[in-house]
DNA sequence: AAAATCCGCAACCGCGGGAGA
DNA sequence: ATCTCCCGCGGTTGCGGATTT
């Protein structure tokens, strides 16, 4: 293995950096600049590549690096914007001043990860927090009917445009900074007037194209439910009721889990974590077939140790969990249909898996 | 107290894409 | 049209401190 072409020439440092190397290093870019990175090294006195610097200086080094922890807010939207654009973390990054790729990157794949596979307790006494969510309906917005089809677009198409890309973000940053949009007035299937629902509320960028006519079923009625708009297509295929996918391939594949467990243990999808959640209002939401495959994960998890430390985040309080080896069935749709669910998240696929 | 294990984080690696020759 | 260089990104590794046994 060799390395970054960058790197060939001999007496590369590689390894962690010294408080000598980030000195000269931040005294250079802040007189000169950076402008080729694989100038940076020499010019610099440093014996590393310059993708070493590059990476130095944007993740540790910036004068706007932001450090610490990440805070309540910061960690909402991080979820919010990781069901709607997956693992892009740069991306996400942007959204968040200060912060790295690579710090949200480890940072979701270590405390959100753990968080996932020890999933809340399912109680039926609702904190005052949690009284927000439960009784938040589900919402259409037209800024993530955009989203949506946007989103769709996005991923379904070879030849969107940088514009397009740009349009998704500003529209991203709009509804993560504005209070929540009123719920749009009428429709036989409106949710009742309730709370705004919080900020860590994702989009859902499904495609929101109306159902067939001959759709009757409760599944079908799912369409005009404001908040769980699947496909009609998803929705028509008996054999796997499969949520369709997201932006980049989010969601690709991925079908319900149960939500309730016993003993309110829950596991994430296999896979390093790659699983999506739907919030269902503090409800269980099962689907019968599942169970004896729920059981048999059940006890996997069950054999992984167990949570002590309980899941008591607001916004996590109310996932469901997703595993990409089951199915969302009618059940489980009628189920969450009725608990007025309120938050969707999706987790990291795993779509580049072979 | 020492060894083993866990976990967070910094850094590396490989790949894809854009720009320029 | 092709090649090369460089940048930026996501995935992965490995170090070192913290925690557990």
Redesign the pocket.
């Known amino acids: 293995?060799?390395?970054?072409?960058?790197?060939n020439q001999q007496k590369v440092?590689?390894?962690?950096?010294s408080p000598e190397e980030?000195e000269k290093l931040i005294r250079y870019i802040t007189t000169h600049g950076?402008?080729?990175?694989?100038?940076?090294p020499e010019k610099a006195g440093l014996q590393?590549?310059?993708?070493?610097c590059?990476?130095?200086w944007?993740?540790?080094?910036r004068p706007d690096i932001r450090?610490g922890?990440f805070s309540a807010e910061e960690e909402k939207l991080i979820i919010s914007l990781h069901a709607i654009?997956?693992?892009?973390?740069?991306?996400?990054?942007?959204h968040l001043p200060g912060r790295?790729?690579?710090?949200i990157?480890?940072?979701w794949?270590?405390?959100i990860?753990?968080k996932i596979r020890k999933p809340p307790v399912m109680s039926t006494t609702t904190t005052t927090s949690s009284s927000v969510t439960t009784s938040s309906p589900p919402r259409s917005t037209a800024a993530s009917d955009t989203a949506a089809a946007l989103g769709h677009h996005l991923q379904t198409s070879p030849f969107a445009t940088?514009a397009e890309h740009l349009q998704l973000d500003a529209i991203i940053s709009q509804s993560l900074s504005l209070p929540p949009p009123k719920l749009a007035a009428g429709g036989e299937h409106s949710p009742p007037a309730t709370a705004p629902l919080p900020l860590h509320c994702p989009f859902f960028m499904f495609d929101t194209s109306p159902p067939p006519s001959s759709l009757t079923s409760p599944v079908a009625q799912l369409h005009q439910h404001p908040f769980l708009t699947f496909t009609a297509a998803a929705m028509e295929t008996p054999a796997s009721y499969q949520l369709p996918p997201l932006v980049d391939g989010i969601g690709m594949g991925m079908t319900a889990m149960d939500c309730s467990g016993h003993d309110h243990h829950h596991q994430a999808g296999s896979n390093?974590g790659q699983a999506a959640a739907m919030a269902n209002g503090g409800r269980g939401c099962y689907g019968q077939q599942q169970q004896q495959q729920q059981q048999q994960k059940q006890e996997e998890v069950e054999q992984l140790g167990h949570e002590e430390d309980q899941w008591d985040d607001e916004s996590a309080q109310h996932l469901l969990m997703w595993d990409d080896d089951q199915e969302l069935t009618p059940s489980n749709l009628e189920a969450m249909e009725s608990g007025a669910h309120s938050l969707l998240f999706m987790g990291?696929?795993?779509h580049?898996?072979a």
């Open positions: 293995m060799g390395h970054h072409s960058c790197c440092k590689r390894g962690l950096w980030d950076y402008g080729c990175w694989s100038e940076v590393r590549c310059g993708k070493s590059r990476l130095r944007i993740n540790y080094l450090r922890r654009v997956g693992n892009r973390w740069a991306h996400i990054a942007s790295t790729d690579n710090e990157k480890n940072y794949n270590s405390w990860k753990k940088t390093g990291p696929n795993d580049h898996h």
